[in-house]
């Protein structure tokens, strides 16, 4: 054995996951139109590639952004030298406007708090350093994206302890799951630092409820903890309700220069709503000017580069753009999602009711053999293996029900969209047959209507646990 | 719990211990002539069935319309008014017999309560109505843990402190020369005071200093006749400088505020009146303050003395002093001590006063004032109602028609009882039939009280009809069940009077029923079952007393017991393991009982008992005998465990895990480790935890403890396992425990063949437990989802004849109506149940019924009451929230 640290030994990485397992097998055998039509294709990336033209047309409008020149006159070296953690100020209060913007200016943003970042994966790790000792805990509601285990565990040493939320009411978060969280992580002797919400949800794809989000901020009031909503994916919300962030909230409770909204972080990025992931755009907002200072501080291990501030610093503070961008971006979104939605439905699954993000949660309970994990990850191999899609299963999210995927629908084109319904029901045709449930995916769909629309026997049948007598 | 209508005590009635039967005759007040008779004539017909009292609560025709009512307005309304609406809350869950609701309500208006008044008035009753739960405080102190919920207020600080604008500053320079001093005489001695500083005492001391009187020109002025000492005047004269009252007696601040009022010094009296408040020591001291301050209109000091009465309820209502100033009390001196809160105040004091003696003058006076200070409607209501039923007990008829009469003609329909009985007591019993059949007709759908008043003025069949319809309608009321069974048993069939009255008792566990079929058993001779019935009864009330409370039910359980065979100690665990295997509830309660009479290891037996209790649904009692067996606990361990399930039982889950850890420390048991598991298993949704339940359950089942506990544990271990999905190794713990006949371990061991996709042995399973167990409801519900639909119905139908509170057959029946698109006879079905029990899924499934059909005002009425049943159900939340997003 060489020399090496523990971390680098050990597999606290969480890299070793089926979320990431599914990637590998794709990149072994990628879906191609021409060069490879029988590969994987790649449904568990959520990258957002809806929109690109809006900004090559901008960019092709607006030579100097991306020419380093200012008008017309080049500022190479000034970029070339700028090194300066803080930021480029005007780029701060472009993106602070942007993020305004999205919350339908009914909250500010004062560039002055807002710390740069290498993208939200740095952001989120950034905050971990500042706010938790190795050995402390974050709250995190279940399913979670699976790459916080390495984001907020890896390199920090805090602990993530899953905050327990269950399909019966569409995986909201509730009080009661709130404290048993808590009280399983004091049983665990592992110190509550705060709760990390994403918001809107990877990979539920829903935003968070006021009435969540207002318990969530009397809880960290009660508990004296912090609470960092990751807000990455705010400008993909699409439905008809706009996003609310805890900004709002605050706002709402008159809290916003109270000592709690010291303890609130907000996490944003701009490699989901502008699908812009390999810009390493991201940033960490807090209140706290200690967590602001030493944040900006630790910036410097993972900076973003000075062109990329210019460039963006100039689309973002091009109001026109901005304005029309959003519009357009949640509009293809929602046609997108209606399209797997619809395609999911024809192959008799259905997913949960979503309004934002890049992705559906999609319900293959009834695929599974037994109701286990281990059906779940059968189920799954049998996707990527033989349906050749590569999606997300719920275990890797942390989900504690098995039979929950989660399939983007942002990174690929509409023609690759319908190939990848197609495979799937033609499998679910096939498995259909040989269980003689139904004898064609018509029928299927006929049942399950029935079943979610109107078997209310089937859903009084659904019993709670009764507890056991003494 | 208490009881509300306190039985008289008659005089203790001699009975012959050796003819049972004669017993009966204690009814008809034969007894001293007949003991000696030998003739048993016709002893059945001795037994007879009280009429039911008229309940003194409201009681609308459609509860759910008004609670829907009540949280429209919650919704709406300022929130002043909020913890008035909270007390409606309660009277209504009150009517419907929630315990644990009405208490809900009562916190939720001590919460929202907006004033002192308010906070006093809920407060008080709250710590009223947790009396004897004082155990509860003191264990989670000994865990570190402090609650002062509801501990006298300082009530000063809720009043601003008086700012009477003084008078000084504005006039003073207009003023002629006039001497800076001004000498008050008393008799001979002479008190100099600043002028200007007294003149700012009020404004007539102004206009006499400054003013046109001739005291303005004098530098001595004679106060001899104005009833002042002059050790008083001092204390004016000092607080007429330093502006506060420091280290003055009491009684010289009763003068002090005296001469305050009458020479209108606001910021003085005032003064007065915070410290006299700060004075007040003890019940005696509030009696001799509280008249003073209505007196003299001294609003801090007379709520004050209001807290001392309320707070020490029920003994202060005992003082004849208390009683006499709270009845007496005119209209301005009820808003100097209580505020705007006058009617909370005399709902709660009634209340307490018929807790007491509902006969009582001192109730009938509280009443009065309730009436007096009702506001609306639905206050009045109550106000009339339960002043009618007090009326009618105290026989004051004239007076109690009046009374029902009002309430009835403001819509409160159950009041109609009252007039019929009034009727019917004047000899016009038509008339009296007729009073409910016009109700019956007039409402729809009606209820089962109506149809149970109105058999008691008809005969023969029609009566049977009528109590038959009351069943129907609402299978809780206990009094047509009593009826039938002992007609049943005047006529010789002793056989159909035991099940008639079997029939009610199979899931009401009701005194009266109980007393029915103890008498029912003494006349077929079956001594051993009467008394399994009556040491039922006095487990579940020590003091209870038989027939309409004429003997002690100790005494008559003393009497039975010479007649059946005594067991011994050894005899008596195998009749509990027997009656406990059987899933015989009530039988283990006896046995236990009979043990408890011996004195060995009583700890143990009481916490049998309350494991029992909790199994028949009675969790009150359940928890009086955790807490006789914390007292009786023969060592700290055990005490420690009693201890742990109390907390427990009363949301203290992390304390109860640290008494049991506790109890462990000192020596390792199989209860201790059964606690930690259970209260583990049950607290927490981590799968990562069962491993932890599992090792617990396994240390505790090497520790010893008998069959019957063993049973139990390995139960519960099995259920661990299935939650996990170790189906075999839960099937080994399911058939151990069968093994050791803890015979529920059928419905365990059912689950595992369900979950091999083996639903006919899953249904066999339950098929064994439904013909061991003598309670079988709950088993025929859960074999009804081992079958198809058919037998599932008839399973179903089953339950509902064995346990109609039950509400998952309801459920279920009316789904399968929905899915064959039959709404109204869906809705029909649920509205039945709801009808007699206010339930959260039965309300939620007819508010889901409703707005599929498109029905929104229905839909969100039910939401409404639904969420006044449970204010934080989540689905409901977003059901309501869909509807109301709905609303035009």
Redesign the interface.
Known sequence: MKQLSRKVTSNAHGQDSSYFLGWEEYEKNPYDEIKNPNGIIQMGLAENQLCFDLIETWLAKNPDAAGLKKDGQSIFKELALFQDYHGLPEFKKALAEFMEEIRGNRVTFDPSKIVLAAGSTSANETLMFCLAEPGDAFLLPTPYYPGFDRDLKWRTGAEIVPIHCSSSNGFQITESALQQAYQQAQKLDLKVKGVLVTNPSNPLGTMLTRRELNLLVDFITSKNIHLISDEIYSGTVFGFEQFVSVMDVLKDKNLENSEVSKRVHIVYSLSKDLGLPGFRVGAIYSNDEMVVSAATKMSSFGLVSSQTQYLLSALLSDKKFTSTYLDENQKRLKIRQKKLVSGLEAAGITCLKSNAGLFCWVDMRHLLDTNTFEAELELWKKIVYDVKLNISPGSSCHCTEPGWFRVCFANMSEDTLDLAMKRLKEYVESTDSRRVISKSSHDRIKSLRKRTVSNWVFRVSWTDRVPDER | MRTFYPSDSCKESQLDSLNPQSWLQVERGKLSSSASSSAPLCRESFIKVPEPQILPHYKPLDYVEVLAQIHEELDTCPLQERSILYLLQYQVFRGLGETKLRRRSLQSAWQEATTVHEKVVFGSWLRYEKQGEEVITDLLSSCGKYSEEFVPLDIASYFPATTASSPEAASVKTNRSVSKNVVFKIGEEKIACQRRKIASLSAPFHAMLYGNFTESLLDEIDMSENHVSSSAMRVVRDFSVVGVLIGVSKNLLLEVLVFANKFCCERLKDACDRELASLISSMECAIELMDFALEENSPILASSCLQVFLYEMPDSLNDERVVEVLTRVNRSQVSTMAGKAPFSLYSCLSEVSMCIDPRSDRTLGFLEKLVDFAENDRQQVLGFHRLGCMRLLRKEYREAEEAFETAFNLGHVYSATGLARLGYIQGHRLWAYEKLSSVISSVSPPLGWMYQERSFYCEGDKKLEDLEKATELDPTLTYPYMYRAVTRMSKQNAKAALEEINRILGFKLALECLEIRFCLYLGMDDYEAALRDIQAALTLCPDYRMFDGKVAGRQLQTLVYEHVENWTTADCWMQLYEKWSNVDDIGSLSVIYQMLESDACKGVLYFRQS?LL??LNCPEAAMRSLQLAREHASSDHERLVYEGWILYDTGHC?EGLQKAKESIGIKRSFEAY?LQA?AL???????S?SSTVVSLLEDALKCPSDRLRKG?AL??LG?VYV?C?KLDLAADCYINALKVRHT?AHQGLARVHFLRNDKAAAYEEMTRLIEKAQNNASAYEKRS?YCD?ELAKSDLEMVTRLDPLRV?PY??R???L??SRKERE?ITELSRAIAFKADLHLLH?RAA?HE?IGDVTSALRDCRAALSVDP?H??M??LHSRVNSHEP
């Open positions: 494991l909790l199994r992390e059964f259970y298993a049950e607290s927490s949704l981590d799968p935890s139990q139960n519960n259920s939650d999905e529920r989802e639909r998952y459920r279920y009316a789904a399968v929905m899915d869906a499934l019924f599929h934080n989540q689905e939340l977003e």
